[in-house]
């Protein structure tokens, strides 16, 4: 058993971190970060942290390259402040689409990512529906990898959708689509997408029957919305009747909120693991869902050494 459970934030999702210490019942640990007038940043543990086990909630979004380093400053400050163990808690793991070599001469950023927690002081990592699970094995430290699939099933079971097709947009979510196609006792379908470039997809054609049928297209990451709206037009192309979405995490960047406004999907189901709030005022057809009960649930169970498997839906 480790020293005494605390939890931390740095500055990218205050909400969520919120959300997480109200489902403890503990309170955020002080900690400051604050930056120079060039932009470095500076951080100090405003608390002993001396044998404690210590869990740190910062998804690396927007600005990734921001939060990212910031969280490896904080868990340099961990380490040299002598906390028993630390856990790097990631929501969204940023980098996680840069995963292999897939061209000439490219990185392989999020091996490099998970290289840089570790070196920073992370003992282990607590992080949910990374885009390719193989990023697990980056790590030489434990990796809890949780899944967003019980909170959107509940919200999709509260619809109550008839006729209900779950579609996944590629075939890379194909596994995601049907373990949740197979609780909802709903169909499957696929759309083959080519990707053209970077943030930009050009559908080809629809594997399975949505004509007539209530469909939701099922994604673990929502960038610029570009491969959404190509699928929705695919499907209604294909004579899908209604067309809704569902997504882990709402990165939400350039066009994407004004593609969905134009677009005909009725409802875009996202979780909170990056911050949502300025969006849902711009986005009428954003339905935020919280993972808080989800990670806070996971970091009680690390903290006393019980199995986490249960989560793993």
Do not use: W
């Amino acid at each position: 058993m480790y020293g005494e459970l605390k939890i931390f934030a740095g500055r990218a999702h205050p909400a969520l971190a919120g959300e997480i210490s109200t489902y403890l019942d503990l309170p955020l640990g002080q900690v400051r970060c604050t930056n120079f007038s060039d932009g470095e940043l500076f951080v100090q543990l405003e608390e002993n942290v001396r044998g404690s086990d210590a869990f740190i909630i910062q998804p690396t979004c927007t600005p990734v390259n921001d939060n990212l380093m910031e969280l490896l400053v904080i868990l340099d400050a961990m380490k040299r402040s002598s906390a028993s163990r630390v856990t790097a808690v990631l929501p969204y793991y940023g980098y996680a689409r840069q995963d292999k070599k897939d061209a000439p001469r490219v990185p392989i950023t999020s091996k490099l990512v998970a290289d840089l927690l570790s070196q920073a002081g992370a003992d282990r990592i607590l992080t949910m529906d990374l885009h390719a699970a193989q990023i697990q094995g980056f790590f030489n430290i434990p990796v809890d990898h949780l899944f967003a699939a019980p909170v959107l099933l509940e919200a999709i079971r509260d619809l109550d959708i008839p006729d209900l097709v779950i579609v996944s947009p590629d075939a890379g979510g194909v596994e995601r689509a049907r373990a949740i196609g197979k609780r909802l006792q709903a169909d499957l379908a696929i759309v083959d997408k080519r990707r053209t470039g970077p943030n930009k997809t050009a559908v080809m054609h629809v594997i399975g029957d949505v004509a007539d049928k209530s469909v939701l297209i099922l994604d673990d990451i929502i960038d610029t919305a570009g491969t959404l709206t190509h699928t929705v037009q695919a499907l209604k192309d294909k004579g899908a009747k209604r067309v809704l979405a569902a997504g882990v995490h709402g990165v939400l960047s350039g066009p994407a909120l004004n593609r969905l406004d134009e677009s005909v999907i009725e409802e875009v189901l996202i979780t909170n693991t990056t911050p949502l709030e300025e969006k849902l005022k711009l986005c009428s057809k954003l339905r935020s869902l919280s993972v808080a009960p989800l990670l806070g649930e996971a970091i009680k169970r690390i903290h006393l050494n019980s199995s986490v498997s249960s989560l793993f839906i």
